[in-house]
């Protein structure tokens, strides 16, 4: 399953969301900060349709919001 975390470091939902991807041990999110990478910006603009962070896209389907990005990786978690 392709995962990908667009976030930026100072952001704390996005702090929120990386401590529970680190405290589950999960190494299947690819991170894309959106304030170091200005392609990572734009396409999380052009495939999400808005600049919000933090996003985790879902095979390609944007998931937003901190609680909800949780909720899902809790109800999803890694297989090894």
Avoid: A, H
């Avoid at 667009?6 to 939902?13: A, G, I, R």
């Avoid at 702090?15 to 200005?38: A, L, M, P, W």
């Amino acid at each position: 399953m392709e995962l990908k975390l667009y976030m930026f470091e100072t952001c704390p939902y996005c702090r929120k969301v990386i401590s529970e991807i680190e405290s589950s041990g999960r190494t299947d999110i690819e991170f894309r900060d959106i304030r170091k990478n200005e392609d990572y910006r734009q396409e999380l603009i052009r495939t999400g349709g808005k600049q919000q962070v933090p996003c985790l896209f879902i095979e390609g389907k944007p998931l937003y919001e901190s609680d909800d990005i949780i909720t899902w990786l809790k109800d999803n978690p890694c297989i090894s």
